[in-house]
């Protein structure tokens, strides 16, 4: 077989672990990043690829991500899904252990790695559940889970409610220096509410979940990490009281990491107007206090990690009340343009989104920071900032359920590559 | 299915701005408000009549589908229906199976392919009759009876009709609300409609687990005491309490909330003189009213529901009569 080598001519490299932020050459041989700017002498690439106008970086990590494999099939798959993600940018997923049934045996694990290669997309990385069944009353296999292959555990968007369980796990998981992801949310004061609790709650006749419940259940779980000397993650808070405490516990030395959603972003409780259920998320989307202060926090870095938050849903649920929708959104392969948005409004530089996309989520799951460095693996994004769009009534997600579907979107993923493979192409 | 559109503004207002379908209060004009309300004094008239029906709408056929019980809203909305010379057909779907929104579709689709011209639609899920007219769009109307917590627009009508016909009109009266404000999409309703039509002073009154401080983003004042609650007010709305607001230990009992804020005749006194008393029934005598006073020369729950006919006949006629339904 023809081994695969590449050259992507004169686009603006955006490498976070380095700094480097030039318009130069990249070279591509064996699956890894060959030579920046000057090329060594003979080497004949299979594929000059012409990068003028775009931007080239590591591929971007995604820190929430239901694949629903295992699951009915119903709502999507690895195969669906994984796609949608490379056309996102994409190069490594963090399964959410929420699957059907849920990731707390190493044969789910086994399973989840055997369909992402059977999709030979992008890479997965498996979580396994903290707790059998996500319900919070005893410990899983951690060292099971390890060896069949997940590189974290987590709780997907479910609080632990007995605390001194939570307090073991974490202890227990903390042999194992790897991250635990926790859903912060005091449960019984969340109840069964569906949006954020406040006078559009009120006026809609929905169960209000109040933003206390996120600021009450983030106490407590940072708390006990402390205790317990867990490394822990919160993929995705909504309110500044939450956004405050991460800045404090940092502050103090904790091994703790945050990242918000983009909808929580660019999306406020307003948008569900008069029951939109292409908005129901969890946390719920807040007021524009909020998500202001959600903005400037991802614009400190105390938020390091933007999450697309993908929970694809299919067709079965259109039509669904307020109350009987699930909660998500899936928008993974609209995340580049969405998050231009905050370049476009000053939040960010190129550079540090680029930085929330990778090493941000690397260094929040404990992974290899990417870089565009000679040696790296070529797990590379190659977008134009600039390309106008639209999301196309059917994209490669199995779920629709996404508000966007009428939003103006610029800039668009180019190329994905993963070990210098490409794995999405979409012609300018 | 074609995709539902969210965010396209009021579903209840076709392109060119007419009243398609009734889903809620707010979000209603003040001039389609006013002429329901009309319409519905002239065929209060037509009830005192020995022949009780107009052909308004013969030919028609309406669709009661109630997924949630319902007496007094569904037997006049069949009621209003019949007299003006629709067909109507009453479905009670059970609870049990409508937990599912697509269940709810896929009924209203079934019922479509038989040619029917509109719905009433009663569902415990807010926003249930918004999400059958993003469906239906103009091919059918839908009035909503009654979705969850958030709204029952005809309830409200008729009692703004039964303030202005017996109480006088909307902008001079003092207005109090009593009782599981949280829970009620006909308190909702109601706040709507008074402050569409001007109703200067609206107050709400109960017990902090079940009147919320946020109320006051509706515009109304927040009481937790019937002596502040109820001096100067020339209409006093009692609301029905449900039993299940117990078992989520938003009351430690009825008796205590009768104690509290129970409608008797001593603080019916505290209300302006000859201040009149409604309830949207069913009633829980001794609980938030006393029989005294349901029973009493000021309480005009009855009317109510007469007025609720004509309110019924007057939203169906006017929605009927919206080109598009009309062939």
């Excluded at chain 1, 796990?169 to 004061?189: G, N, Q």
């Excluded at chain 1, 949006?195 to 106490?219: F, K, N, T, V």
């Excluded at chain 1, 309110?239 to 990491?257: K, L, P, R, Y």
């Excluded at chain 1, 009340?321 to 928008?331: E, L, N, Q, R, V």
Aim: charged residues 20%; contains cysteine.
């Amino acid at each position: 077989m023809k081994t695969e080598s590449r050259l992507i001519r004169g686009a603006r490299l955006l490498d976070p672990c380095t700094g480097l932020d030039a318009v130069t050459d990249l070279a591509i041989d064996r699956g890894r990043i060959l030579a920046v700017g000057e090329l060594p002498a003979g080497f004949t690439p299979t594929e000059v690829i012409d990068g003028q106008g775009c931007c080239l970086c590591p591929g971007f990590i995604e820190t929430s991500f239901q694949g629903h494999t295992p699951g009915s099939g119903r709502d999507g798959s690895l195969a669906s899904e994984l796609r949608a993600a490379a056309a996102g940018g994409f190069t490594s997923v963090l399964l959410r252990p929420d699957t059907s049934p849920v990731a707390d045996t190493p044969g789910v694990i086994r399973e989840q790695q055997a369909e992402a290669a059977a999709a030979g997309l992008i890479r997965v990385l498996p979580c396994g559940a903290l707790t059998p069944g996500l319900r919070g009353r005893e410990l899983s296999e951690m060292a099971a889970l390890l060896e069949a292959g997940a590189v974290a555990f987590g709780q997907a968007q479910r609080s632990i409610e007995d605390t001194q369980l939570l307090r073991l796990a974490l202890s227990y998981a903390a042999d194992f220096d790897r991250t635990v992801l926790l859903h912060p949310e005091d449960a019984r004061l969340a109840a069964d509410g569906v949006m954020d609790e406040g006078p559009l709650s009120l006026r809609l006749g929905l169960g209000g979940r109040p933003r206390l419940a996120e600021d009450i259940g983030l106490y407590r779980d940072l708390q006990v990490a402390r205790l317990a000397g867990a490394r822990v993650h919160f993929p995705t808070l909504s309110s500044a009281a939450a956004a405050e405490q991460i800045d404090a516990a940092q502050a103090a030395g904790q091994a703790v990491t945050a990242g918000v959603s983009i909808h929580h972003l660019l999306l406020t409780s307003q948008d569900i107007g008069t029951f939109n259920t292409h908005v129901k998320i969890l946390p719920p989307l807040r007021d524009a206090r909020q998500q202001e202060a959600l903005r400037q926090a991802r614009a400190r870095g105390t938020l390091s990690v933007l999450s697309a938050q993908h929970e694809p849903w299919g067709p079965d649920h259109r039509g669904s009340t307020m109350t009987a929708a699930p909660f998500g959104i899936a928008a993974i392969e609209y995340l580049l343009p969405l998050a231009l948005n905050l370049v476009r409004a000053g939040l960010l530089s190129m550079l540090q989104l680029v930085q929330r996309l990778t090493t941000g989520p690397a260094a929040a799951l404990g992974l290899p920071l990417p870089s565009l460095a000679p040696g790296s693996v070529a797990d590379l994004c190659l977008f134009d900032p600039e390309q106008p769009w639209e999301a196309s009534a059917n994209g490669w997600s199995v779920g629709d359920n996404h508000p966007y579907r009428h939003w103006e979107l610029r800039g668009a993923v180019r190329l994905t590559l993963r070990d210098g493979r490409i794995v999405h192409r979409r012609e300018p | 299915m074609t995709g539902l559109r969210f965010g396209d503004g009021n579903p209840q207002y076709d392109r060119q701005g007419r009243l398609r379908h009734l889903l809620s209060i707010e979000g209603l004009r003040e001039i389609d408000l006013l002429q329901i309300l009309d319409t519905a004094e002239s065929f209060l008239g037509i009830a005192q009549r020995a022949i009780k029906k107009t052909p308004t709408l013969r030919g028609r056929t309406l669709v009661n589908l109630f997924f949630e019980n319902s007496t007094r809203t569904r037997s006049t909305f069949e009621l209003a229906a019949k007299r003006l010379s629709a067909d109507v057909l009453n479905i009670a779907a059970s609870q049990s199976s409508a937990t599912k929104g697509e269940s709810l579709l896929d009924t209203v689709d079934n019922l479509m392919a038989m040619q029917v011209d509109g719905f009433i639609v009663r569902h415990p899920e807010a926003g249930a009759a918004h999400l059958l007219a993003r469906h239906l769009g103009d091919r059918a109307l839908v009035v909503n009876a009654g979705d969850g917590q958030h709204a029952h627009p005809t309830q409200a009508l008729l009692d703004v009709f039964t303030i202005r016909r017996l109480a006088g009109p909307v902008e001079q009266q003092v207005v109090c609300i009593l009782g599981d404000l949280l829970h009620s999409r006909v308190a909702r309703a109601l706040i709507h409609a008074l402050s569409i039509l001007g109703c200067p002073e609206i107050r709400v009154l109960g017990p902090r687990t079940l009147v919320p401080p946020e109320f006051a983003s509706l515009g109304v004042q927040v009481h937790h005491d019937p002596r502040d609650a109820l001096p100067g007010a020339s209409v006093v709305y009692a609301l029905r309490l449900q039993r299940e607001r117990m078992e989520s230990h938003r009351l430690p009992s009825l008796d205590e909330f009768h104690r509290r804020f129970g409608l008797t005749p001593e603080r019916l006194a505290l209300a302006a003189p000859g201040a009149l008393v409604l309830h949207p029934g069913p009633i829980n005598r001794g609980v938030e009213i006393g029989s005294a006073v349901v029973d009493g020369p000021q309480s005009v729950i009855l009317a109510q529901v007469e007025h609720g006919l004509a309110v019924r006949m007057a939203v169906l006629s006017l929605l009927a009569g919206v080109g598009g339904h009309e062939d």
